[in-house]
């Protein structure tokens, strides 16, 4: 055992097991312990990895009333998170707030995922008083590198300010814990180690990198479910944004010498689970292991008018409307049932391309795995 491990470290350890046995019999049982809630589609940001922002704002956005409705049905299933998410969250200011209060007194943890580009002195006070667990903050680059990706001149600068405002307004305080959120793409694989450096000396409590993944446009053919096709956020633009052989390589090397610089500071933490898993081949195709779908069992997905998605990125195929039913009547109803069977029958073509089941798909043994790794990385040998 880790020599610096105590009760702590023991306890959280016991904690992950006892969470990945009931993972495992939630997903036979289908069980919902998730939500990610899509407050609007709306977005400040134009990404290059990302095209949400395409879907605009549609009138029939779900009021605050409605949200928390929908948190009144579900908290006495057990959930266990709720991630409030967009589009950019912030847009919806008059739902957010009231609503992470409300999720709160349940006792439920809720994140929230933002480009940080709304984040005034106000608004960090806010989210800092308000009963947030975490706070996700999308940063692909320093200064222009950041601007290329998320296709706003000057978008970077009102990250840094946002930044700023959270940290100062925190103070001393130890929530929200603060997560810096990188996607890797061919757009910033030779720049995003900079990150690493802005998001340790601006305050911020961990860094996280990600692969950006896509949904090439022939597999989202090939995944029709009573003749509809799947229109998920994670599709090409223009061209590709996965990277090249040589670029993978450098990816990986990338991330090898962060993890040595983070070796050496304190109560940082750094986390690549899902490019730590990927060998040289699936970065540069793109393509994933199949393997059973958790994500499709556990995680309610719930877009800005009420749908219920069999998966946020199967967002067009609608498991019902929480405006005008139960949730009892549509978790597990016949439409549930038949996209589980066919993603469990390998149907679904766009499955193989998931980069979300490479972070929230992994069997249990290799969960445990990733947890021994993790667990190294922050406690040492």
């Given at each position: 055992m880790?020599?610096?491990?105590?009760l702590?470290?023991?306890?959280?350890?016991?904690?992950t097991?006892?969470?990945?046995?009931?993972r495992?019999?939630?997903?036979?049982?289908?069980?919902?312990?998730?939500?990610?809630?899509f407050?609007?589609?709306?977005?400040?940001?134009?990404?290059?990895?990302?095209?949400?922002?395409?879907?605009?704002r549609?009138?029939?956005?779900?009021s605050?009333?409605?949200?928390?409705?929908?948190?009144?049905?579900?908290?006495?299933?057990?959930i266990?998170?709720?991630?409030?998410?967009?589009?950019?969250?912030?847009?919806?200011p008059?739902?957010?707030?009231?609503?992470?209060?409300?999720i709160?007194s349940?006792?439920?943890?809720?994140d929230?995922?933002?480009?940080?580009?709304?984040?005034?002195?106000a608004?960090a006070?806010k989210?800092?008083?308000?009963?947030l667990?975490?706070?996700?903050?999308?940063?692909?680059g320093?200064?222009?590198?950041?601007?290329r990706?998320?296709?706003v001149?000057?978008f970077?600068?009102?990250?840094?300010?946002?930044?700023?405002?959270?940290?100062?307004?925190?103070g001393?305080?130890?929530?929200?814990?603060?997560i810096?959120?990188?996607?890797?793409?061919?757009?910033?694989v030779?720049?995003?180690?900079e990150?690493?450096?802005?998001?340790?000396?601006s305050?911020f409590?961990?860094?996280?990198?990600?692969?950006?993944g896509e949904?090439?446009p022939?597999?989202l053919?090939?995944?029709k479910?009573?003749g509809?096709i799947?229109s998920p956020?994670?599709?090409?633009q223009?061209?590709?944004?996965?990277?090249s052989?040589?670029?993978?390589?450098?990816?990986?090397?990338?991330?090898?010498?962060?993890?040595?610089?983070?070796?050496k500071?304190?109560?940082?933490?750094?986390s690549?689970?899902n490019?730590?898993?990927?060998?040289i081949k699936?970065?540069?195709?793109?393509i994933?292991?199949?393997?059973?779908?958790?994500?499709?069992?556990?995680?309610?997905?719930i877009?800005p008018?009420?749908?219920?998605?069999?998966?946020?990125?199967f967002?067009?195929?609608?498991?019902?409307?929480i405006?005008?039913?139960?949730?009892s009547?549509?978790w597990?109803n016949?439409?549930?049932?038949?996209?589980?069977?066919?993603?469990?029958?390998?149907?679904?073509?766009?499955?193989?391309?998931c980069?979300i089941?490479v972070?929230?798909?992994?069997?249990?043994?290799?969960?445990?795995?990733?947890?021994?790794?993790?667990?190294?990385s922050r406690?040492?040998?």
């Amino acid at each position: 055992m880790p020599k610096r491990w105590g009760l702590a470290q023991i306890k959280s350890g016991w904690e992950t097991l006892s969470r990945l046995a009931k993972r495992e019999i939630n997903y036979y049982r289908t069980r919902p312990t998730n939500l990610v809630a899509f407050l609007t589609y709306g977005c400040t940001s134009h990404c290059r990895t990302c095209t949400i922002w395409n879907k605009g704002r549609l009138p029939g956005e779900l009021s605050l009333k409605e949200w928390k409705n929908l948190v009144d049905q579900i908290a006495p299933l057990n959930i266990v998170n709720v991630e409030l998410f967009g589009g950019e969250a912030l847009l919806r200011p008059e739902v957010l707030f009231d609503l992470i209060e409300h999720i709160s007194s349940y006792g439920i943890q809720k994140d929230v995922v933002t480009n940080c580009s709304l984040i005034d002195q106000a608004t960090a006070e806010k989210l800092v008083e308000s009963s947030l667990d975490k706070i996700y903050i999308s940063v692909d680059g320093v200064g222009a590198n950041h601007d290329r990706v998320r296709g706003v001149p000057g978008f970077f600068d009102k990250v840094k300010s946002g930044v700023e405002y959270l940290v100062k307004s925190r103070g001393s305080k130890k929530t929200p814990i603060l997560i810096c959120n990188c996607t890797i793409s061919k757009w910033n694989v030779h720049s995003f180690d900079e990150v690493f450096d802005f998001a340790y000396g601006s305050g911020f409590d961990e860094v996280h990198f990600e692969y950006a993944g896509e949904f090439p446009p022939g597999s989202l053919e090939k995944s029709k479910i009573d003749g509809l096709i799947p229109s998920p956020h994670y599709v090409w633009q223009d061209s590709s944004i996965l990277v090249s052989s040589e670029e993978a390589e450098i990816l990986k090397q990338k991330i090898k010498q962060i993890k040595e610089k983070a070796k050496k500071i304190d109560k940082f933490h750094v986390s690549a689970k899902n490019i730590d898993v990927l060998d040289i081949k699936s970065l540069k195709n793109g393509i994933f292991p199949h393997k059973r779908c958790y994500v499709c069992r556990y995680l309610i997905s719930i877009d800005p008018y009420g749908n219920v998605m069999g998966c946020p990125f199967f967002s067009n195929y609608f498991l019902g409307n929480i405006k005008t039913e139960k949730f009892s009547s549509i978790w597990n109803n016949a439409k549930h049932r038949k996209f589980i069977r066919m993603q469990a029958q390998g149907k679904l073509e766009m499955c193989r391309y998931c980069i979300i089941s490479v972070e929230r798909n992994p069997t249990f043994w290799e969960s445990i795995a990733k947890a021994y790794m993790s667990f190294r990385s922050r406690y040492g040998e």
